[in-house]
């Protein structure tokens, strides 16, 4: 039986994911399956820890799982030295889980092919990639890149002081906050460059650029967008008056928002987005920096087991 490699952020979900990799120890004890396991020990170490498992020298088929959220998993996919080589299975943990919702991957179903009782599938899906002028390296994301309130609002959450963490107080800060940086930011000048069309718009809200539908929990962005395509969903949402947006943001949740007013959606393979200042632009829930910003359909593709 080949070795499992497991990475988990004890911390995703606000701890949960901890709670689940005791309860998944158990079951690898009693079905007597081999694994090596690596506890993440601070922001970033998911990254380190991925890349030093993608370059072992061994014979071993490398079957990676990851116990975490959708940030973990963003971290995973960027310290992977080549994507081609890792099966990737992840067991969702985290507090927002748009992986789980895009991916279609349930726990319940990666724990029986560790098993080997149920019948393993390897899936392939595109991913998307983006560098900007500070750092030409290229780094990939799952879910999506967003630029706007709501990269400065995951900010905002990442900058909580750690006793709001302990006392589980984030979940009910998290939308309260949400609200009022939704409805109080200040909207940005926009301009895009994608393919063959430039196009600018003076008062922006955010703009997102996603592999697949989910977003912000559960919230459906990008309705069309499907990660078995080479194409990558932009939606660039103008800023409205207050009641309007939150209409807009409720007409989100089902993804009734696209051909709305101040709603422009479409395809690409890439994209370079530009705006009047700084803004914050953030990938699978975690913030990287600031605008310009270029995006594209990574070169590499995602093997997904379960």
Excluded: C
């Amino acid at each position: 039986m080949s070795e499992w490699y497991i990475i988990i952020n004890p911390k995703a979900g606000n701890s949960s994911a901890l709670r689940v990799w005791k309860s998944l120890q158990k079951e690898l004890k009693k079905a007597n399956i081999s694994y090596r396991s690596f506890m993440t020990q601070h922001p970033g170490h998911a990254e380190v820890l991925a890349r030093q498992i993608s370059t072992m020298q061994d014979d071993r088929l490398k079957r990676l799982l990851v116990v975490g959220g959708d940030g973990t998993v963003h971290e995973v996919l960027n310290g992977l030295v080549n994507l081609q080589n890792i099966q990737l299975s992840v067991i969702p943990a985290g507090t927002g889980n748009d992986f789980k919702r895009g991916f279609s991957v349930k726990k319940s179903t990666v724990i029986k092919e560790m098993k080997k009782a149920g019948q393993s599938l390897t899936r392939t899906y595109s991913l998307g990639s983006f560098h900007t002028k500070d750092s030409v390296n290229e780094l990939y994301f799952a879910n999506h890149l967003s630029i706007g309130f709501d990269a400065y609002f995951a900010k905002k959450m990442s900058d909580m002081p750690k006793w709001t963490a302990f006392l589980r107080l984030n979940h009910l800060i998290q939308p309260v906050l949400f609200l009022v940086i939704a409805f109080t930011f200040k909207p940005f000048v926009l301009s895009y460059e994608s393919e063959d069309e430039k196009q600018t718009f003076k008062k922006v809200w955010f703009a997102s650029v996603s592999n697949h539908p989910y977003y912000g929990g559960g919230m459906k962005i990008a309705p069309n967008a499907n990660p078995r395509e080479e194409h990558l969903d932009v939606t660039i949402i103008e800023d409205l008056p207050a009641l309007k947006k939150a209409g807009l943001l409720f007409a989100m949740f089902f993804g009734r928002h696209i051909g709305k007013r101040g709603v422009t959606a479409f395809k690409t393979k890439e994209i370079y987005l530009h705006t009047n200042e700084r803004v914050l632009f953030q990938a699978d829930g975690e913030v990287i920096g600031s605008t310009p910003v270029f995006v594209k359909t990574g070169k590499e593709s995602l093997r997904l087991k379960a």
